[in-house]
């Protein structure tokens, strides 16, 4: 059995832990729906999924009856720090992007938009593997410099989004997408587009890339071997358009693909992936969805309007924290009133216990004819119920209001059942008894019931068919002619 050393544990232990302070540092995504959704909103959602992955929920599962409380609670513990929320309305589709667990909260107006299958469907040659979801894509924001506060909060929830990357430290070959988000300042509109990212080498023919793929060009058309080596030679009008300075740079470091060697020149090239959206801001809101306005861009208020409304809220929650300091109080002199009367209720509990104590050694004059002294008609119980307004302690009224009771119920069944017993009946019958003569009236008079026996006596006595061994009563012959003539006669007889 493998058994690792101490030095290859604390070697495992110590790339886990930095695995896990990595992992729990960059920002993590739950991206959903709230509300009724078609079913194109719904695989824009997934592919949104796809665009945040890998630190995002995949399979993150809602039912109907969840709401945005329960997600927020779940976040916490999973590190999630941002929500996209997407619903939708007869009119448009929209997009809530927010910031947990505080806020804000912005709220976008999906103009168009455009699913993964329906951009691949367009290109004549995608770019799309698995291996270029396992690293975050690469966050490129244009046009967010321009003056306003809501320019610059939008700029600051999208950069919080992805993690962040370090320049120096960087490597080259776990960049295999970018985000692009462009934001049009004279329209207000934000264009969201997401690439796939190759780098190709610079500076050398078509052939001569094949012949470092592995793979032999095809020189029928050739006249010399040196034009498969010249430069510009045999490339096509789109790689010819792709490459100019705009995307060439240099390589610091080594990339995947051959010919893309460090300090050397080479093309970097985008191919849209999908999804792609068109996005206006609305509104900016405080919180989770429930604070002030901070940003509408529909309806717009001057200082003394802004001031005006922060005043009365302030206003409320002076109202609220007194109608609560005077509701504390309230519920706090109930409780001290509730305490003495349950002390006063104590002290004459006690001495009535006294009283009956004292009460019970002398003789109650008032017993007449052996017959037992009267019972108290006072419930403490329900005194102290009244009094306390609550349940009183057993420990206290044992003794005295469940003996009594107990009492009381025995003496109370042992008078009715004196009553009853001294009650005279109708009639002077006696409920259970019969007469003599009512069992034989019932069953025919007592000679008839001891003639038949029935119970216990022979049955075939009185039968009137002849059975084994006997012979058969006058007027019941065998079927024939002489049975038929002696009904006849009896007939004529009648």
Same mark, same amino acid.
């Given at each position: 059995?493998?058994?690792?050393?101490?030095?290859? %544990?604390?070697?495992?232990?110590?790339?886990?832990?930095?695995?896990?302070?990595?992992?729990?540092?960059?920002?993590?995504?739950?991206?959903?729906?709230?509300?009724?959704?078609?079913?194109?909103?719904?695989?824009?959602?997934?592919?949104?999924?796809?665009?945040?992955?890998?630190?995002?929920?995949?399979?993150?599962?809602?039912?109907?009856?969840?709401?945005?409380?329960?997600?927020?609670?779940?976040?916490?513990?999973?590190?999630?720090?941002?929500?996209?929320?997407?619903?939708?309305?007869?009119?448009?589709?929209?997009?809530?992007?927010?910031?947990?667990?505080?806020?804000?909260?912005?709220?976008? +107006?999906?103009?168009?938009? !455009?699913?993964?299958?329906?951009?691949?469907?367009?290109?004549?040659?995608?770019?799309?593997?698995?291996?270029?979801?396992?690293?975050?894509?690469?966050?490129?924001?244009?046009?967010?410099?321009?003056?306003?506060?809501?320019?610059?909060?939008?700029?600051?929830?999208?950069?919080?989004?992805?993690?962040?990357?370090?320049?120096?430290?960087?490597?080259?070959?776990?960049?295999?997408?970018?985000?692009?988000?462009?934001?049009?300042?004279?329209?207000?509109?934000?264009?969201?587009?997401?690439?796939?990212?190759?780098?190709?080498?610079?500076?050398?023919?078509?052939?001569?890339?094949?012949?470092?793929? *592995?793979?032999?060009?095809?020189?029928?058309?050739? *006249?010399?071997?040196?034009?498969?080596?010249?430069?510009?030679?045999?490339?096509?009008?789109?790689?010819?358009?792709?490459?100019?300075?705009?995307?060439?740079?240099?390589?610091?470091?080594?990339?995947?693909?051959?010919?893309?060697?460090?300090?050397?020149?080479?093309?970097?090239?985008?191919?849209?992936?999908?999804?792609?959206?068109?996005?206006?801001?609305?509104?900016?809101?405080?919180?989770?969805?429930?604070?002030?306005?901070?940003?509408?861009?529909?309806? !717009?208020?001057?200082?003394?309007?802004?001031?005006?409304?922060?005043?009365?809220?302030?206003?409320?929650?002076?109202?609220?924290?007194?109608?609560?300091?005077?509701?504390?109080?309230?519920?706090?002199?109930?409780?001290?009133?509730?305490?003495?009367?349950?002390? %006063?209720?104590?002290?004459?509990?006690?001495?009535?216990?006294?009283?009956?104590?004292?009460?019970?050694?002398?003789?109650?004059?008032?017993?007449?004819?052996?017959?037992?002294?009267?019972?108290?008609?006072?419930?403490?119980?329900?005194?102290?119920?009244?009094?306390?307004?609550?349940?009183?302690?057993?420990?206290?009224?044992?003794?005295?209001?469940?003996?009594?009771?107990?009492?009381?119920?025995?003496?109370?069944?042992?008078?009715?059942?004196?009553?009853? *017993?001294?009650?005279?009946?109708?009639?002077?019958?006696?409920?259970?008894?019969? +007469?003599?003569?009512?069992?034989?009236?019932?069953?025919?008079?007592?000679?008839?019931?001891?003639?038949?026996?029935?119970?216990?006596?022979?049955?075939?006595?009185?039968?009137?068919?002849?059975?084994?061994?006997?012979?058969?009563?006058?007027?019941?012959?065998?079927?024939?002619?002489?049975?038929?003539?002696?009904?006849?006669?009896?007939?004529?007889?009648?």
């Amino acid at each position: 059995m493998y058994r690792p050393t101490k030095t290859q %544990k604390k070697a495992r232990s110590t790339a886990n832990h930095v695995a896990e302070e990595v992992y729990g540092g960059v920002p993590h995504s739950f991206v959903f729906h709230r509300g009724q959704i078609g079913k194109n909103v719904g695989q824009l959602i997934m592919d949104v999924r796809r665009v945040m992955e890998p630190f995002t929920a995949e399979s993150l599962k809602i039912k109907k009856k969840n709401v945005l409380k329960d997600f927020v609670t779940i976040a916490g513990p999973l590190g999630v720090t941002h929500f996209i929320i997407f619903s939708k309305t007869p009119t448009s589709v929209n997009m809530r992007l927010a910031r947990l667990p505080k806020g804000p909260t912005l709220h976008f +107006k999906v103009l168009k938009y !455009s699913l993964i299958k329906d951009v691949v469907s367009t290109l004549k040659k995608h770019r799309m593997h698995e291996q270029q979801f396992t690293h975050h894509p690469l966050l490129i924001l244009n046009n967010f410099s321009s003056e306003g506060m809501h320019v610059k909060l939008m700029a600051s929830m999208f950069q919080n989004m992805f993690p962040s990357i370090n320049v120096h430290k960087v490597n080259l070959n776990n960049i295999k997408r970018c985000v692009l988000i462009n934001y049009n300042a004279e329209s207000g509109e934000i264009e969201f587009r997401h690439y796939s990212l190759k780098v190709v080498p610079v500076g050398m023919s078509r052939g001569v890339k094949k012949l470092m793929q *592995e793979r032999f060009p095809n020189m029928n058309k050739l *006249e010399d071997i040196s034009e498969l080596l010249m430069k510009g030679a045999n490339l096509s009008e789109s790689e010819a358009e792709q490459d100019g300075e705009h995307n060439i740079t240099e390589l610091p470091q080594v990339y995947s693909g051959r010919g893309n060697m460090a300090s050397q020149q080479s093309a970097v090239r985008l191919t849209e992936i999908g999804p792609r959206m068109t996005l206006q801001l609305t509104k900016i809101q405080e919180g989770m969805g429930e604070g002030n306005i901070l940003y509408h861009a529909m309806i !717009s208020k001057t200082e003394e309007e802004i001031q005006e409304i922060l005043n009365r809220k302030e206003a409320q929650l002076k109202d609220k924290e007194g109608r609560r300091k005077k509701q504390e109080q309230n519920v706090a002199q109930k409780k001290e009133k509730q305490e003495e009367n349950k002390k %006063k209720s104590l002290e004459g509990i006690k001495r009535k216990l006294a009283e009956a104590e004292e009460d019970s050694e002398v003789e109650d004059p008032g017993a007449q004819n052996n017959q037992p002294a009267a019972v108290e008609s006072d419930d403490e119980v329900e005194y102290y119920r009244q009094a306390v307004g609550q349940e009183p302690d057993e420990d206290v009224l044992w003794s005295t209001s469940k003996k009594r009771q107990r009492r009381q119920t025995t003496e109370e069944k042992r008078s009715r059942r004196e009553r009853m *017993e001294a009650k005279p009946r109708p009639g002077g019958k006696t409920f259970g008894a019969k +007469k003599a003569g009512d069992r034989e009236k019932k069953f025919g008079g007592k000679k008839r019931f001891e003639g038949n026996k029935t119970f216990g006596g022979n049955k075939n006595k009185d039968k009137s068919f002849r059975s084994k061994g006997q012979k058969a009563k006058p007027g019941f012959k065998k079927r024939g002619a002489g049975a038929k003539q002696g009904f006849k006669q009896r007939k004529g007889k009648g």
